[in-house]
């Protein structure tokens, strides 16, 4: 169906509509072969809270977006390459049901459907898609992906000293390795994570500790470290706060 779709008229209509509700800002989609294969809102857990971002899904790319006047105009476009993503389910606890992992080297975050139908049908077409296209390239599931990040209310302390209290004054910040929220005490280092980042991001003293000494790592950050050199937290962390509104 797919590979019929693929130069139909009807597809680049889709994809076009699509093109024309991120505007601008948006990155061009149509390409020789794209094919749109759904749509949909989906929950997507974020550092804050949990917020409504709408998603499609190509036969090569997810792409997701902050609406802005529903079905009609998105911004913040991100786009996600197939081949890099993997996907778990994630069990149901409280409110938060029907949700999955979306797990990628540079970034991984949950997601959560209205219906348990919903969430199936999601998982099946991208683990179809992922599959194609390694199917086509010869290329291996990546091994690596980023830690998803806790979401900042289920820490009120440091989840690496146990001590530090959140307050207005005492900041979140997130380890890029484990994604645990800790304090800024226990996060003054930065290392190089190529996958992540062209530059060092923050990492907290453990995961440093483990990166600077080529030791493994837990297995809640499922992924090698890096043979980078690691880099001491001598610049300001401006982009700690880069993913603050999603």
């Known amino acids: 169906m797919v590979d019929r779709l693929a130069n139909s008229e009807a597809n680049s209509k889709r994809i076009a509509v699509v093109e024309g509700c991120f505007g601008t800002a948006g990155q061009p989609l149509a390409i020789p072969g794209r094919v749109l294969i759904g749509e949909g809102v989906l929950t997507k857990?974020?550092?804050?809270?949990?917020?409504?971002?709408?998603?499609?899904?190509?036969?090569?790319?997810?792409?997701?977006?902050?609406?802005?006047?529903?079905?009609?105009?998105?911004?913040?476009?991100?786009?996600?390459?197939?081949?890099?993503?993997?996907?778990?389910?994630?069990?149901?606890?409280?409110?938060?049901?029907?949700?999955?992992?979306?797990?990628?080297?540079?970034?991984?975050?949950?997601?959560?459907?209205?219906?348990?139908?919903?969430?199936?049908?999601?998982?099946?077409?991208?683990?179809?898609?992922?599959?194609?296209?390694?199917?086509?390239?010869?290329?291996?599931?990546?091994?690596?992906?980023?830690?998803?990040?806790?979401?900042?209310?289920?820490?009120?302390?440091?989840?690496?000293?146990?001590?530090v209290k959140f307050t207005p004054v005492s900041r979140r910040h997130h380890c890029r390795k484990c994604g645990f929220v800790v304090c800024g005490p226990c996060s003054e280092k930065k290392f190089l994570l190529p996958s992540q980042s062209s530059k060092p991001v923050r990492v907290c003293e453990f995961c440093f500790d483990q990166l600077a000494t080529g030791a493994t790592l837990p297995v809640r950050s499922n992924s090698r470290p890096p043979s980078s050199k690691f880099c001491p937290n001598n610049v300001s962390d401006d982009e700690d706060e880069d993913d603050s509104s999603d």
């Open 45 to 163: 857990l974020c550092r804050k809270k949990p917020k409504a971002r709408q998603f499609f899904l190509f036969n090569d790319i997810l792409v997701y977006g902050n609406i802005v006047i529903q079905k009609k105009k998105y911004n913040k476009q991100h786009i996600i390459p197939l081949e890099s993503v993997t996907i778990d389910t994630v069990a149901d606890e409280g409110d938060l049901r029907n949700g999955w992992l979306i797990k990628t080297p540079t970034k991984s975050f949950a997601v959560y459907a209205a219906t348990a139908t919903e969430k199936s049908e999601w998982m099946s077409h991208i683990s179809k898609c992922v599959l194609d296209l390694l199917e086509k390239s010869g290329k291996s599931p990546t091994g690596e992906h980023a830690a998803v990040w806790v979401p900042d209310s289920e820490a009120s302390v440091c989840m690496r000293c146990q001590k």
